[in-house]
C-alpha cells in the first residue's frame, strides 16, 4: 500500500490565529457594552464606521498587494484594529475622524509595512496618534457620561454631530467634556489641587468615588475580559502584568508624596484606557517585544511613559504614544533578553 | 479525538524540570488492551547493512550463503559501529541494494534471506551470572558483537556510549513521551525484571554509583511492575523515579535534566556531566545478549493508530516485512492514511509498506483522519510573534525569531540564537496558530549551515593550496632572483678581473717591445747578400738608403709635429 509522505511533527494544536483574533474580539464585549452604557450611541457609530472602513481598506489593499483577500479578512485582525481604535478615539468624534484613523492604520501602519506579522507599530495607536495630533480639539471632546450634566445626547442628536453639521460649535461645547484625566491635568498645572477639581461645580460631577463616572466599571470589565484572554493563553501574562503594576508603582510614589497634586495608583488604573491598554493594545504580539524578560520591561515602559504624558504631557492621555516609542524599543528589547538557552552556561546579550 | 481544549503548557523552570513542553493527548490505550504478540515467521526478510549511526559493517557472508539464526553477517567496522546478524534460518538470496525506512528514502545494501523455517540456531554459549566475572571491556565486546543499538529511536551502537571512565549515573529510559507509542510500556510490564537485570550489566560496565529507572505517570502497570522487579532485586542499587507527563520529557537532555537537575552542555555529551542514559528497550537486548547469547535479531514494535484493525504491540524479527506486521494485526481500515514509524511528534512517515522493520522501528503508526490532520498545503499564516512557540520550547531557544532569520538564510544571526540547541521535538509547530512548519524551517537552516560550512572547508584548502602555491611560486622567484644577482655580480667582477690581465699583457708585450727596440739600437740591422755586388748595384743601394734616410728624416719630422 502506498502512503503520502509529509514531515514531523503530523500533530497539530487547534488553536489558529483566527481564533485568537475572535477570542480577542469576545474579550471586548462586557467593556464595550459598559462604554455604551456611559457614553451613549456615539460608542456604536465608532465601532460601526471603525469596522466597515479597516475592513475595506484591508480589502483594498490585499488586492493592490496582490494577495489572496479572503483569508487574511476571516482572519480577524483588521477587525480587531478596528475595534481597538473605534473604543480608543472619543464617542462623538466625527465620522470622517474615526474614517481617516481607520484608513492610516490599515493602509499606512500595516499594509505598507507588510501587512500582518511585518507591522513595527501598532496599527490601532498609528492612526489614533495621527487624528491625536491633526485634530486635537475633536480628540478631546467626550460626551459627559451617564448622569452627568444631562447624560449623552439621544440618537438623532448623536446622528447629527457625528455624521452632518447639524449642531453648532456653541451647541456641541455645550454636550461635550473633557475626560476626567484631562480635566485633572489641566487644573494641576493651573496649580489647583485634586480636591479642588473634585469639588469644582462643573467638573465635579464628572469624578466617582474612585475615578470618573462610568470608568471604573469600564476599566473593570476590560480587566476582567483580559483575565479571561490569559486564561485561554491568547495573550502574555507579562506585558498585562507588568504593566500595571509599574503603573501601581509610579502614581502610587508620587501620590503618597504629594497627596494634593497626584491621583491615586487606584484612579490610574481605572481611569481612561488603562486596562484596554493593558490587555488589548500593548498585549499586540507582532509589536510587543517577545522575549519573556523583554516583555516585562516592555509592559513597564510603556506605564512609566504613559504615566508621564498623562500628567506632564500635551496630550489627554499617553498610552498611544507610550506604546509607540516602546514598539520602536522591541526589537532592541528581544535582542537583550534572550534567554538562557538550554545547556548553555549564561545568557549572550 | 484531539482535545480541543488548550494543551500546551508553559512550565517553569525549576531545578528538577524543563523549561516548556506540551500536553500531549497520548492515545497509548489503543494498544495496550493485549499482550505482547511473537509475529509468526515471514518467508523472506530484508535486513539492511546500516541500520545504525556511524559506519557500515564488513559483510562477512555472500550470496548462496547458508545461514542460521543468530549468525553474524556484518562485523562492526571501526569505531562507531554496529553487527548484523541473521534474524533466522536459511539462505541469503541476495546482497543488494532495496530501499528501508531511512529520512533519505534511498536504497542501501540489505541481506536478503530466504527463511527454511528450521529455526536453526548458531551455537551459543551464554555468559550468565558469571558476567560479574568478566571486565569492562569484555562486556563491551560481548554487546558490540550482539550489534545492540540505541533502540528508543537514534540507534547509536550502544558499547560506544558505555565509556567507564567518569560516568556516576545510570538513567534507564522508560519515560516513552510521544503519544501512541506503547513498546517500552508494553516491554516494562512483562519483562521488568530483565530490564534490571539488564541494567545492572550496564552498570558494572560503566561502574555506576547509582541507577534511576524513569517512567513517566502515565504508565501505572509499567511503574507496578518494575518497582516489583526492583523490589525483588537484592542489590538495592536500583530505584524507580516516576516523571510527570509532559512532552518531550522522553528526550535524553531533558531527562536528564529532570532526574539530576543538570543541564547537558548544548555542544556537548551525557557523559561531560558524568551520566548515561538508555532506554529500556536497550537494556533488555542488553540482558538477552549476555543471559542467552541473543543477538540483536527481534524487538517489540507497537502497531497502533485508527488505520490499524487492531492494534498492538508485537515482538518481531528485524527485517520483517511492514506490510506482513500490518496484516498481523487485521490489516488497514478503509481510512487509513498515513503510515509513520516512530511517533506522530518526531517520525518518518513512509510512502510504503513494502520495506522492512529495521532496529530502530519502535513503533509503525497508521493514521487516519480522525487520529490527526497531516499538513496539507504549504502555505501558512504570517507569524504574529505570538510567543507560544518560546512558552513551550524545552530548549528554552525563541524559535519565532529563529524562523525569522532561518527564512532569511541568516544563518550567523540563527547560530547566535542557538538554532543547534534546537531539539527538532515539534513543540513550536504543534502550538503555533499561523501553523508554520517551524520545524522544517530549522531543518533546512541547519543543512543550509552544515552545507556553508563544507563550502567554507572547501574553500579554505583551496585558499590554503592557493596561498602555498603563491608562497612557493615568491620563493622560487626570490631564489631566481638571487641566483641572477650573483651571477650578474660575478660576471661584473669578471669584467674588472679581464682588464687587468689586459693591462697586464699590454704591459708585457710593451716591455718586450722596448727590449726588442734596445737590442736593435744595440746591434744595427745588417743586409744580407752585400758582398760582391757590382759598382752599380752599390751605387742603387746607396741612393735607396738615402731615399730611406731622408723619408725617415721626414716621418720623424712628423713625428715631431
Known sequence: MLFKKADAPYLKDYSNVQSMMLKVIYALIPGSIAMFWFFGWGVLFNLAIAISVCLASEAMMLKFRRRPVEPALKDGSALVTACLLALALPPLAPWWLVAIASLFAIVVAKHLYGGLGFNPFNPAMVGYVVVLISFPREMTLWTPPLGVAGGWPSFTDAVAIVFGSGISTQALDAITMATPIDILKTHINMEHDIEYVRTHKVYGELFGPVTGVGWEWINGLYLAGGLWLIKQGVIDKRIPISFIISLVLISNFLSVLDYASYSSALFHTLSGGTMLAAFFIATDPVTASTTPRGRIIYGAGIAAIAYIIRNWGGYPDGIAFAVLLMNMAAPLLDQYTQPRTFGKSEAKS | MLSRDKTWVGNDNGEHSFHGGIKLPGHKDLSTQSPIADMPACDVYTVPLNQHIGAEGEILVKAGDHVLKGQMLARPHGMVSAAIHSPVSGEIIEISNHRFPHPSGLAAPCFVIKNDHKDEWIERNPVGDDYAQLGSHELRGLIRDAGIVGLG???????????????????????????????????????????????????????????????????????????????????????????????????????????????????????????????????????????????????IVTITGHGVQSPQNINTAIGTPIKDCIEFCGGYRDDARALIMGGPMMGLTLDTDELPVIKTSNCLLVTTPEDMALPASKSH???????????????????????????????????????????????????????????????????????????????????????????????????????????????????????????????????????????????????????????????KIAEADRRRKKLKKERGDQDAV
Open chain 2, 153 to 299: 529511536g537514534a540507534g547509536f551502537p550502544a558499547a560506544v556510549k558505555q565509556t567507564e571512565v567518569g560516568i556516576t549515573t545510570l538513567i534507564i529510559n522508560g519515560v516513552e513521551c510521544e503519544p501512541y507509542i506503547s513498546c517500552d510500556d508494553m516491554l516494562m510490564r512483562e519483562h521488568a525484571d530483565e530490564i534490571i537485570a539488564g541494567a545492572k550489566i550496564i552498570a558494572q560496565i560503566i561502574k555506576a554509583e547509582n541507577c534511576v529507572i524513569a517512567i513517566e505517570d502515565n504508565k501505572p502497570q509499567a511503574i507496578d511492575a518494575v518497582s516489583k522487579a526492583i523490589n525483588d532485586d537484592d542489590s538495592g542499587f536500583i530505584e524507580l523515579q516516576v516523571v510527570p507527563t509532559i512532552y518531550p520529557s522522553g528526550g535524553e537532555r531533558q531527562l536528564i535534566k529532570i532526574i539530576t537537575g543538570m543541564e547537558v552542555p548544548m555542544n556537548g555529551l551525557p557523559a561531560d556531566i558524568h551520566v548515561l542514559c538508555h532506554n529500556v528497550a536497550t537494556s533488555y537486548a542488553i540482558y538477552n545478549a549476555i543471559y542467552h547469547a541473543i543477538p540483536l535479531i527481534s524487538r
Open chain 2, 381 to 539: 499564516m504570517p507569524c504574529i510573534r505570538c510567543g507560544k512557540c518560546v512558552d513551550v520550547c524545552p530548549a528554552n531557544l525563541l524559535p519565532q525569531q529563529l524562523y525569522w532569520y532561518s527564512a532569511d538564510r541568516d544563518y550567523d544571526r540563527a547560530i547566535n540564537l542557538n538554532l543547534f540547541g534546537c531539539i527538532e521535538c515539534g513543540c513550536c509547530d504543534y502550538v503555533c496558530p499561523s501553523d508554520i512548519p517551524l520545524v522544517q524551517y530549522f531543518r533546512h537552516a541547519k543543512s543550509g549551515i552544515w552545507e556553508q560550512e563544507r563550502e567554507r572547508k572547501k574553500s579554505d584548502i583551496a585558499r590554503q593550496r592557493h596561498e602555498n602555491r603563491q608562497a612557493r611560486q615568491d620563493k622560487q622567484k626570490q631564489e631566481r632572483e638571487e641566483r641572477l644577482r650573483k651571477k650578474r655580480e660575478a660576471l661584473a667582477k669578471g669584467k674588472d678581473s679581464h682588464k687587468l690581465e689586459l693591462d697586464k699583457k699590454k704591459a708585457l708585450i710593451a716591455d718586450a717591445l722596448a727590449r726588442v727596440k734596445e737590442k736593435k739600437a744595440k746591434q744595427p740591422v745588417k743586409p744580407k747578400n752585400t758582398e760582391n755586388l757590382t759598382e752599380e748595384q752599390l751605387e
